[in-house]
């Protein structure tokens, strides 16, 4: 968790255009999430950023998704299309608790 919260701070300093995070609060307690999660809708405000998530509320702040399955694109658009489509691999991911489809 540690590691974690001293990268971000990095990227905080750096000011980057470009944003990679990377499964970014899977180590740390529910306290310490909440916060980071508060500091990373700050640091993603107007700046393009790339998002590998599991879990469920980290993919709402997204404007687009795509997912992945077996190493091939599955889908990829607007997540508020694709959360609404009912043929959509994300919206059964939504329907199922992304956590328990992906586990």
């Known amino acids: 968790g540690e590691a974690q919260l001293l990268a971000l701070a990095r990227v905080f300093l750096t000011d980057p255009g470009l ?3 990377d499964e970014a609060s899977s180590r740390l307690d529910p ?6 999660e508060r500091a990373i809708d ?5 700046r393009t950023a790339v998002i590998i998530a599991h879990r469920l509320h980290t993919v709402q702040r997204a404007d687009e998704i795509m997912v992945l399955g077996n ?6 658009g607007a997540r508020a ?5 009912p043929q959509s691999e994300f919206y059964n991911l939504l329907q199922t608790g992304l956590e328990e ?3």
């Open 71 to 76: 190493g091939r694109i599955l889908e990829y």
């Open 19 to 21: 944003v990679i995070l």
């Open 42 to 46: 700050k640091l993603l405000t107007g």
């Open 101 to 103: 489809a992906i586990a």
């Open 81 to 85: 299309s694709l959360a609404t489509n």
């Open 31 to 36: 306290a310490t999430e909440a916060l980071l």
